[in-house]
């Protein structure tokens, strides 16, 4: 059973050209390149100081990658009938979508750290540095709750990793979002439509829709979710992101129940 | 009498345009038919609609006696080749059959490469398929179709792309599956002596209306 759906989604990995993955890796690079020019501090602590864990160039190259899931051709049929039922196309795509987004948030990491260490001389020293304490301050309006919270239960490594956990939740929300809209429509609208809901985010006023406590962007960063002061609120984004993500998948079933899963002008018969 | 495949009153409307037309088809178990009609007359459809990839605007579809299309279920104990099976070009042609079958994992190796050899290939052939002929692929395409040895075959026009020669083998395999499995076949084809050689009742298809062919 196992090793008959792990087929099912090593399938659907194969699908995606290797010429994608590497376009898509490449726009988180742009990111740091842009976004990442404190030249002290080590690489863990600016990832979650800069935040480009999850603003706006991994879930981009993230809705590249998975452009095209959701969306079936006629070539597909001979896997899709010996699947049985359409729930089960769901339940292939929904993890394998899971895997993709895994594997790409790594290895945008991956390469973000690479450019780190070998351009930009970054440590990877495991260690709060003051000019990162003080810039977070700053950037705190002067509070210093966050800031010591984030240091008393934090290392840099850990609030990276708490804070790659939440990236990889929020792209894997986008991720099935555009795949539901994607099957509806029977063309990349889907990615189409998160990407620019994340480009205008980006442009007009991210910053003040990320403080809202119920925003994607609040949610996704460590540092803002310890504004709240208290470091138990760190389960409420989970459960966020549970609700969001179950809806997502529910959205999902309920597209593919109602889809056509071939569009005919794709297919030249009518 | 028991069929294999049930259409009722399947019509299918898409921006207004109606692509299949009340369509109504039964076909007994082990009989072979064929439908005929130009390109864009809604052959395609059918199929795709039997398949349940596309689901009726009305009417019904029975495959072995169970619903398919509405409730969500693909047709079982079914073997298809509509337009190209999607194969992986960087996998070799056993490479892709082996991880086909393993999606519903009922056959093993041997069945895998008995399939390849039946279409008139070979099982040991190490090539990705990228590097393959149309017709290699075509026959490819057969053979997935047949290696789990369904009850039901659906060919979309199964000799495009073959010789004179694969033409031939090819409606010698079908007519030996017919007389030694007693499988059912259902296939569309440009080619008046395919049909002729293959089926026993043949229907038109024209602007999505499904009628008997008059000989």
């Given at each position: 059973m196992f090793k008959r759906f792990f087929y099912m989604v090593y399938n659907t990995w194969l699908r995606i050209p290797m010429w994608i993955w590497i376009f898509a890796l490449l726009l988180p690079l742009y990111g740091i390149t842009n976004n990442f020019i404190c030249p002290t501090g080590n690489f863990w602590e600016a990832a979650v100081v800069r935040q480009f864990t999850a603003t706006l160039w991994i879930p981009m190259g993230m809705l590249i990658v998975l452009s095209k899931l959701g969306i079936s051709r006629v070539d597909d049929a001979t896997r899709y009938l010996r699947m049985n039922k359409r729930s089960t196309i769901v339940s292939v795509k929904t993890v394998s979508a899971f895997f993709i987004v895994l594997t790409y948030v790594l290895l945008?990491?991956?390469?973000?750290?690479?450019?780190?260490?070998?351009?930009?001389?970054?440590?990877?020293?495991?260690?709060?540095?003051?000019?990162?304490?003080?810039?977070?301050?700053?950037?705190?309006?002067?509070?210093?709750?966050?800031?010591?919270?984030?240091?008393?239960?934090?290392?840099?490594?850990?609030?990276?990793?708490?804070?790659?956990?939440?990236t990889v939740a929020y792209c894997y929300?986008?991720?099935?979002?555009?795949?539901?809209?994607?099957?509806l429509c029977k063309a990349p609208f889907g990615s189409a439509i998160c990407g620019i809901a994340l480009l205008s985010n980006f442009l007009f006023g991210g910053y003040e829709i990320g403080t809202y406590s119920f925003s994607l962007d609040f949610n996704s960063s460590l540092h803002e979710i310890l504004y709240s002061n208290d470091p138990r609120s760190v389960i409420a984004p989970i459960i966020y992101w549970v609700i969001l993500i179950t809806a997502a998948i529910v959205s999902y079933h309920l597209a593919m129940r109602k889809a056509d899963l071939i569009s005919m002008a794709r297919d030249g018969d009518k | 009498m028991e069929y294999a495949l049930k259409v009722t009153e399947l019509t299918k409307i898409i921006q207004k345009h109606t692509i299949l037309d009340k369509v109504n088809l039964a076909v007994p178990v082990g009989a072979s038919i064929g439908i005929v009609g130009r390109n864009g007359s809604g052959k395609s459809m059918l199929f795709k609609a039997v398949c349940g990839l596309i689901l009726p605007t009305s009417g019904s579809i029975e495959v072995w006696g169970k619903k398919v299309g509405t409730n969500g279920k693909f047709p079982q104990d079914t073997g298809i080749l509509i337009e190209s099976p999607?194969?992986?070009?960087?996998?070799?042609?056993?490479?892709?059959?082996?991880?086909?079958?393993?999606?519903?994992?009922?056959?093993?190796?041997?069945?895998?490469?008995?399939?390849?050899?039946?279409?008139?290939?070979?099982?040991?052939?190490?090539?990705?398929?990228r590097k393959y002929s149309m017709g290699m692929k075509q026959r490819l395409g057969i053979a997935q179709a047949l290696m789990e040895k369904p009850r039901l075959l659906i060919?979309?026009?199964?000799?495009?792309?073959?010789?004179?020669?694969?033409?031939?083998?090819m409606r010698n395999i079908l007519q030996h599956l017919r007389e030694q499995n007693g499988i059912t076949l259902i296939l569309t084809s440009h080619h008046k002596d395919d049909i002729d050689a293959l089926c026993d009742t043949v229907y038109d298809m024209d602007n999505g209306v499904l009628t008997p062919s008059i000989a």
């Open positions: 945008s990491f991956l390469v973000m750290l690479l450019y780190a260490k070998l351009r930009m001389k970054l440590s990877l020293t495991n260690q709060w540095t003051e000019i990162t304490v003080l810039s977070l301050q700053n950037l705190d309006r002067g509070n210093t709750l966050p800031v010591k919270l984030l240091v008393d239960n934090f290392t840099p490594l850990t609030a990276f990793l708490a804070s790659m956990t939440f929300f986008l991720a099935l979002l555009s795949t539901a809209i994607n099957t | 999607g194969f992986l070009p960087q996998y070799s042609g056993y490479g892709n059959l082996s991880m086909l079958a393993s999606i519903q994992n009922k056959i093993k190796r041997p069945e895998i490469e008995a399939a390849i050899v039946q279409v008139g290939l070979d099982p040991t052939d190490k090539r990705p398929i060919l979309d026009e199964p000799m495009n792309g073959l010789d004179a020669k694969g033409v031939i083998d």
